[in-house]
């Protein structure tokens, strides 16, 4: 039963969706609930700390959105250093998990039904894994879940999948830690703006006035230009690689 531990991670994520849990991981809850969370920080530091982590590990596992949301929130509580770290190394098990998973159940029943084509396919990619994965993790193409299953689908050796993934999420990982550890003044500033507009709503005998806190916000153009210009310099092996074959 090679399937069984796909049909865990399904069922787990599918519980979890269905249970709603995962509208916990907003910036809004973050916002709401970030004075209690440091109390707890400051009273249980290691086990808020393994608590995170695990979360993180279970989130990307599963493929419940609210990645980006963990690496800020991560940021925001335990700083920048800290929280970027703790979400590269999650980020990565949780993502070996897919692959191990991916490789495990699905592998050789996809190779049996697309026949040589696909292994023609996956010899290519395998030549320049690195490379090619690199390029992936580190230019947001592609849903991270289906970066994460892929490799697994592709044969692609399980070190060169973790190398490039602790890697390749490094910038992104960082990124987003170091916005949340600036993000009290921007919440601050987003509460106080809320606040006054349901007093002007009270006033005027309006009831709707949105309040949210959207990540998307954070990537900037500069960040995904950044992002781009460092995937593009993974890509230069397999670029002078194939010059030199042509040249040959």
Not at 152 to 167: A, E, Q, S, W
Request: glycine letters at 10%; proline letters at 5%; aromatic letters at 10%.
């Amino acid at each position: 039963m090679r399937l069984w531990p796909l049909l865990l991670l399904m069922a787990l994520g599918g519980f979890v969706l269905a249970m709603g849990w995962e509208r916990y991981l907003s910036l809004e809850q973050l916002a709401d609930n970030r004075e209690s969370l440091r109390t707890f920080i400051a009273d249980h530091y290691l086990l808020a700390l393994l608590v995170f982590g695990g979360s993180y590990v279970l989130s990307i596992a599963l493929s419940v959105p609210g990645g980006v949301v963990l690496t800020i929130a991560g940021g925001l509580l335990f700083g920048w250093f800290v929280g970027g770290a703790i979400s590269v190394v999650a980020a990565t098990i949780g993502a070996t998990v897919v692959y191990l998973v991916a490789r495990s159940a699905l592998r050789d029943t996809l190779i049996e039904k697309a026949g040589p084509r696909l292994t023609r396919f996956t010899d290519g990619f395998r030549e320049d894994a690195f490379s090619y994965l690199l390029f992936l993790r580190l230019v947001p193409l592609f849903p991270f879940w289906l970066v994460n299953l892929a490799p697994g689908l592709l044969g692609v050796p399980l070190g060169t999948y973790v190398v490039t993934t602790f890697i390749g999420i490094i910038p992104g990982t960082f990124a987003f830690a170091l916005a949340g550890n600036g993000l009290d003044s921007v919440i601050e500033a987003q509460q106080a703006a809320h606040e006054s507009c349901l007093a002007k709503a009270a006033a005027a005998g309006q009831e709707s006035c949105p309040y949210g806190l959207d990540p998307g916000a954070l990537v900037t153009t500069p960040l995904i230009i950044g992002f781009v210009a460092l995937g593009l310099v993974s890509l230069i092996p397999v670029v002078v690689k194939k010059f030199r074959r042509r040249t040959a």
